[in-house]
């Protein structure tokens, strides 16, 4: 099972980025995709995650300016990043989370997630 996260780069404020991740190794369309990030001297901390169709949620500081989406097949996973801030330079890691039951809710745990990839480092400069 692999997860590789692409897209990572330089950007200024303001600018906008997309993110992606592809999944293989197994089939993920009954996982949960999620993003979280990293920032220098920070914990992790969660960005955005989704089953299907209404099953998203987002981070407050995220919300309104990133997007998660996924491919039907369920394994690339994206996060289109708009009006990017100097606070959202990180390490973006990819994560994978088995759907358990039809009433589980969109993990925003990071213990939750069950497989993760290597991260891509977004960096935006004021």
């Known amino acids: 099972v692999q997860l590789q996260a692409s897209g990572g780069g330089l950007v200024q404020a303001g600018d906008s980025l997309r993110l992606s991740c592809t999944a293989s190794?197994?089939?993920?369309?009954?996982?949960?995709m999620g993003w979280f990030r990293q920032a220098p001297g920070k914990e992790r901390e969660f960005v955005a995650a989704?089953?299907?169709?209404?099953?998203?949620l987002y981070a407050d500081s995220v919300k309104g300016r990133f997007t998660i989406s996924r491919d039907s097949a369920g394994n690339m996973v994206y996060l289109q990043m708009n009006s990017l801030k100097p606070e959202d330079t990180a390490v973006y890691y990819c994560?994978?989370?088995?759907?358990?039951?039809?009433?589980?809710?969109?993990?925003?745990?990071?213990?939750?997630?069950?497989?993760w990839g290597q991260g891509t480092l977004v960096t935006v400069s004021s």
């Open positions: 190794g197994r089939p993920f369309s009954s996982y949960y």
């Open positions: 994560a994978a989370a088995r759907i358990r039951s039809v009433l589980s809710l969109v993990p925003r745990n990071s213990q939750e997630y069950d497989y």
């Open positions: 989704m089953g299907w169709r209404t099953s998203i």
